[in-house]
């Protein structure tokens, strides 16, 4: 079965720095699919960026990109200029194509604080 | 669009109690899936509904059912509720097999206490 792996249960980032959180993920595919998920103390889960496997280009939305190395596993989220509003758990999750219901395996989370 | 809606958002059961969450969603999505977040767990697949008229175990089955009632409908019941089954369940829905990089989209959960 993948495993998804998030080190750091929290992480702390000043107002307007720069933030980059780790994920590593075990798998035998060569397709996948890879997302990072936001959940605020709201509880809601809102998807943040998301990246094909296939894709060599690192996907970016906004102040939220990835880089995405391939070889080593590695799916790290790098948010920029960091707001208050940014504060929240972040949730790595790795999709395989195969199958019918196209599961996502998710990581245990990391809690991000922002600081004035 | 109400997008998923999950109700209760919250309940308080007694061990050996049973309840049904219920799960709607009006984006004409095919998939379904319910999953359990518990501190320092993420979330757990517990179980899914891959088009109407199917159902499958995930990975943390045991203890719960689940009815596809129809394409908007996916429900998940808890016979005889248990201390362990103390979590947030989250509903979550997912546009057209195949579609390998659309997303999840999930509803607001629901905090269940089993005491």
């Known amino acids: 079965a993948q495993t998804v792996t998030q080190s750091q249960p929290e992480m702390s980032v000043q107002e307007a720095e720069t933030v980059t959180l780790s994920c590593t993920y075990d798998t035998s595919e060569s397709d996948y699919y890879l997302f990072w998920y936001k959940q605020p103390p709201s509880r809601q889960m809102i998807l943040v960026i998301r990246?094909?496997?296939?894709?060599?280009q690192n996907a970016t939305e906004n102040r939220f990109s990835v880089n995405f190395q391939k070889a080593a596993k590695s799916f790290s989220l790098k948010i920029s200029d960091s707001q208050l509003g940014d504060a929240a758990m972040y949730f790595c999750a790795y999709r395989d194509p195969t199958g019918t219901a196209s599961k996502l395996t998710f990581g245990t989370g990391t809690r991000l604080q922002v600081t004035l | 669009n109400a997008g998923v809606t999950q109700t209760p958002k919250f309940q308080v059961l007694k061990t050996g109690q049973s309840m049904t969450l219920q799960c709607a969603q009006d984006m004409n999505h095919n998939s379904m899936y319910w999953y359990r977040q518990d501190p320092g767990m993420g979330l757990r697949l517990i179980y899914y509904s891959a088009s109407e008229g199917t159902t499958d175990k995930g990975e943390v089955p045991n203890g719960y059912n689940v009815s596809r009632l129809n394409k908007r409908e996916f429900s998940l019941r808890l016979e005889s509720a248990a201390p362990s089954q103390t979590s947030v369940y989250f509903c979550?829905?997912?546009?057209?097999?195949?579609?390998?990089?659309?997303?999840?989209?999930f509803g607001n959960g629901t905090r269940l206490t089993v005491t």
């Open positions: 990246q094909e496997a296939y894709k060599q």
């Open positions: 979550a829905s997912k546009s057209g097999q195949g579609l390998y990089n659309s997303p999840l989209h």
